[in-house]
């Protein structure tokens, strides 16, 4: 009876895991009109597991871009008397990181004929850091203003960015170590409990009393668990970025 009531307990803290990763997972996923209706259950719960791995992994490489450095980088080369082709070319040929690839494509699509502008709104998409410095310096070149003071603030502007996210996600990692040391501390305290005094321990699950309060105890971690969970869940580091179609055209009488 002891031993089957611990399975059972383990039995649904992992259940709960199970819980917790299906809503992670499942979140992301396409429409129902675009899914093969044929999918099974399985099959569309794996389709869902790769794309959000597949989002993960282009967010870690989006965000090792050290847009602020390209930036700043561009603004030197611009001050010093270059011209915002030749600055773009010598600046990605500095680094080979998605951010210094990206201002080479531009550089290349220039090269073949279309205007530079053009060039970094369609490598950028229309979205993203290079988007907005694109936008930035095509503003700055109707209106005459100082292109090099423009990238400079556009670079103290991701820099303060990225350390402000840095210290989003180290607090965010450390809430979540800190929900799994507290959520396995009653485990650990039964635990060493059962190995302190085995015989008492056993004489808890076998009394009726003891049984209820060991279910209320474990009601109550579940609840505590699912609370923390939540409240993990609800917490959203803002998206760092730039949409150039949200920009307002102006209006023409």
Known sequence: MKNLF??????????LIGVYL?????????????????????????RSVLERLK????????RDVPWDEIAASLSFHIRGGQMLIDSIRAVSQEGASLGHKMLERSHQLYESGVPIFKALDMVSG???????????????SITGGDLAALL???SETFRKRRLLHGEINAK????????????SLPWLIGFL?????????????????????LSISFLLWAFGVIIIVFCLKSISVPKVGYNRASRRKPEVN
Not at 6 to 15: G, H, R
Not at 55 to 62: A, M, N, P, V
């Open 193 to 213: 409990t059962f190995k302190a005094d085995p015989k008492r321990f056993a004489m808890l699950l076998t009394d009726a009393q003891g049984k209820f309060l």
């Open 6 to 15: 611990i399975s059972t307990m383990f039995a649904a803290a992992a259940w």
């Open 126 to 140: 229309g979205q993203g850091e290079l988007a907005m410095i694109s936008s930035a310096l095509e503003i700055g």
């Open 172 to 183: 965010l990692s450390e809430s979540k170590m800190t929900a799994i040391l507290l959520s």
């Open 22 to 46: 299906y809503h992670s997972v499942h979140d992301v996923a396409l429409p129902n009109a675009l899914l093969d209706q044929r999918d099974t259950v399985l099959e569309k719960h794996l």
């Open 152 to 154: 400079w603030r556009i």
């Open 55 to 62: 989002i993960g992994l282009e967010r870690l490489k989006h």
